[in-house]
C-alpha cells in the first residue's frame, strides 16, 4: 500500500466518527500518534431535515492542518469516516442538500416502497437497516422528498471521499464505504449492484477505488491557507471499521477477528474457525476491506449502549461491586439499542437491578463483552481476536471476552485505531514490536456467568 514518492514523514488523518471528528497526526515510522484534536460531531436538527456540520468540521481540519505543520510538518493526508453516509454534489461542486443523519428515521416513511426497490442479501450482503442505515433508503427518501434533487445531483460520493474532493477537487468513491451496508455494492463480484441503475444513479455515482489509492495532490487553495506543499499526496480514503482492519490484511493466512469499538462495534473475521452464519435480520453483513475483498461482518452500538447505561456516571467498580455482580447474578439483557445488533426488537432489561453505580457500570462492561462475543460467532471468529479502540482500555470488558474466547484476546494499545489503520494506506511500516496488552487469565466465574447469560437470552 505505499507510492513510488517519498516516504511521508508525518501523515495527518481526518477521522470522523458518529459521535466525534479528529484530526490525528501520525509518525509513518512507529506509527504512533504524535498529536490528537477533536470536536463533537453535533447533528444539526435542520431545516430541512438532521444532517451534519460539514462547514464546522471543515474550518476545524483547516485551523489544525495549520496548527500540525507549523509545530510538526505534515507529508501526507489519509481520511476514514463512519460509513452509511454520502454526499451529494452538484456540477458545480456545491452540495445539492445537506449530508442526512442517518439515524434519521424519515426514511422509514417510504419503507414499503423501498423494499420493492433494494437487491436480496444474497446480492449485496447487506441486511435491511432502520432509517438511513442503508444508504439507498436515504437516497430514495431524499429523491422522492424533493422531486428536483435527482436532476440537479451530478456526483454521489461516499463520505471519505468528501473530504478528499474538498482536499484535492477530485471525485471518487472508496470499495469499503460502498460496501458498508448501501445496497449499492455487490461485494463478490466488485461492481455497483442492481439498485444504482433502478435509481437511476449509475451515471451519478462516482468511480470506485481502492482505499489506498494516491486521489491526488493538494488543493492550491488549501496549500495557502494550511501552509502545507501543494504536492502533499492525499490518499483515497477508508471506512472507519475497516481502517481498524488494515494492519492485519498482510496476515490473511491467519485466523484473526479484529473488534473495531466506538459508537458501533463491528467484528470482521479473516480465515475464520467456522463458516459464519450470513442472517440479515441479525445485523450481520459483508463488508469489503481495503483490498476489495468480501469480509463477513458483525455488529452492534455498543458505544451508544455504554453511554445510555453509564447516564453520565464516572463510577469505577469496586472489588465488591464485582463479586456482589456475579454472586446475585446482576445481568443486563439485550438489547439496549433495539434497531440493530444480534438481537433486534428485544428490549433491554436486568435480571436483578444493581445496587449501586459501580455495579451498574461492572455489569454493563460484561454485557458488552458477551454481546461481542455473539458478533463474533457470527463472523466464524478467529483464533486470534485484537480489539481495537475506547473498548480496549476497559479491562472488566476484556477480562469477560478473554474468557469466551478459545483463543488469543489482544487489546491494541494504539490510542486510535482508525487513524492508525489510515495511515497505513500511504505507508504500512515494517514489522515492528508488539502494539498489545497481554491477554488476561481466564476466569472461570465468569465462564459460568456467561453461560448462564446465553440461556437467559433468545434470538427473538
Given amino acids: 500500500m505505499t507510492t513510488s514518492r517519498k516516504t511521508p514523514r508525518h501523515i495527518a488523518v481526518l477521522d470522523v466518527g458518529k459521535t466525534n471528528a479528529k484530526l490525528a497526526l501520525v509518525d509513518s515510522a512507529t506509527m504512533t500518534e504524535l498529536a490528537v484534536v477533536t470536536r463533537p460531531n453535533t447533528v444539526l436538527a435542520g431545516p430541512p431535515y438532521p444532517h451534519f456540520d460539514l462547514d464546522g468540521h471543515w474550518a476545524f481540519f483547516l485551523e489544525n492542518l495549520a496548527a500540525f505543520h507549523t509545530q510538526h510538518g505534515v507529508d501526507a493526508i489519509s481520511v476514514t469516516t463512519h460509513g452509511a453516509s454520502v454526499v451529494l454534489l452538484e456540477q458545480d461542486g456545491a452540495l445539492a442538500c445537506p449530508m442526512l443523519d442517518y439515524e434519521f428515521l424519515g426514511p422509514d416513511d417510504l ?3 423501498y423494499d420493492q426497490l433494494r437487491p436480496n442479501f444474497s446480492e449485496t450482503g447487506s441486511p435491511r437497516l432502520p ?17 428536483t434533487l435527482l436532476d440537479r445531483t451530478q456526483h454521489i460520493i461516499t463520505y471519505p471521499q468528501y473530504w478528499g474532493y474538498r482536499l484535492t477537487g477530485k471525485l471518487a468513491c472508496d470499495v469499503t464505504s460502498l460496501g458498508c451496508h448501501t445496497d449499492l455494492w455487490n461485494p463478490w463480484e466488485g461492481k455497483p449492484s442492481s439498485l444504482a441503475a433502478r435509481m437511476g444513479i449509475s451515471q451519478k455515482l462516482a468511480p470506485a477505488r481502492q482505499s489506498s489509492d ?63 452464519q450470513q442472517d440479515a435480520k441479525r445485523d450481520t453483513l459483508i463488508n469489503v476491506n481495503a483490498l476489495g475483498e468480501p469480509v463477513p461482518s458483525a455488529r452492534f452500538m455498543g458505544g451508544r449502549e455504554y453511554e445510555i447505561i453509564r447516564n453520565g456516571s464516572d463510577a469505577i467498580p469496586t472489588y465488591e461491586d464485582r463479586q456482589q455482580v456475579i454472586r446475585k447474578k446482576v445481568m443486563l439483557l439485550p438489547s ?22 459501580g455495579q451498574r457500570i461492572y455489569a454493563l462492561s460484561l454485557y458488552l463483552a458477551l454481546m461481542t462475543e455473539c458478533c463474533l ?19 472488566d470488558y476484556l477480562g469477560m471476552l478473554n474468557s469466551l ?22 505507508e504500512k511500516p515494517a514489522k515492528s514490536g508488539s502494539d498489545f496488552a497481554a491477554e488476561k487469565p481466564r476466569d472461570q466465574h465468569l465462564s459460568r456467568y456467561a453461560q448462564q447469560w446465553f440461556s437467559m437470552v433468545t434470538q427473538g
Fill in 111 to 113: 419503507a414499503e416502497a
Fill in 131 to 147: 432509517g438511513g442505515l442503508n444508504v439507498g433508503a436515504q437516497l430514495h427518501w431524499l429523491f422522492d422528498t424533493d422531486p
Fill in 214 to 276: 494516491i486521489l491526488g495532490d493538494l488543493d492550491k487553495t488549501v496549500s495557502q491557507i494550511t501552509g502545507l506543499s501543494p504536492d502533499t499526496p492525499v490518499v483515497c480514503g477508508i471506512h472507519d471499521s475497516n481502517a481498524s482492519l488494515v494492519p492485519y490484511l498482510d496476515h490473511s493466512s491467519q485466523s484473526i477477528s479484529v473488534v473495531s469499538t466506538g459508537t458501533w462495534v463491528v467484528c470482521m473475521t479473516l480465515g475464520g474457525n467456522q463458516a459464519p
Fill in 336 to 357: 439496549v439499542v433495539t434497531e440493530s445488533g444480534p438481537f433486534p426488537g428485544q428490549k433491554m432489561q436486568w435480571t436483578v437491578p444493581p445496587d449501586t453505580d
Fill in 377 to 395: 460467532d457470527l463472523t466464524g471468529g478467529g483464533r486470534r481476536t485484537i480489539v481495537e479502540g475506547p473498548f480496549a482500555r476497559n479491562s
Fill in 405 to 426: 474466547r478459545e483463543g488469543h484476546v489482544e487489546a491494541a494499545l494504539s490510542q486510535t485505531g482508525t487513524s492508525v489503520g489510515a495511515a497505513m494506506l500511504i
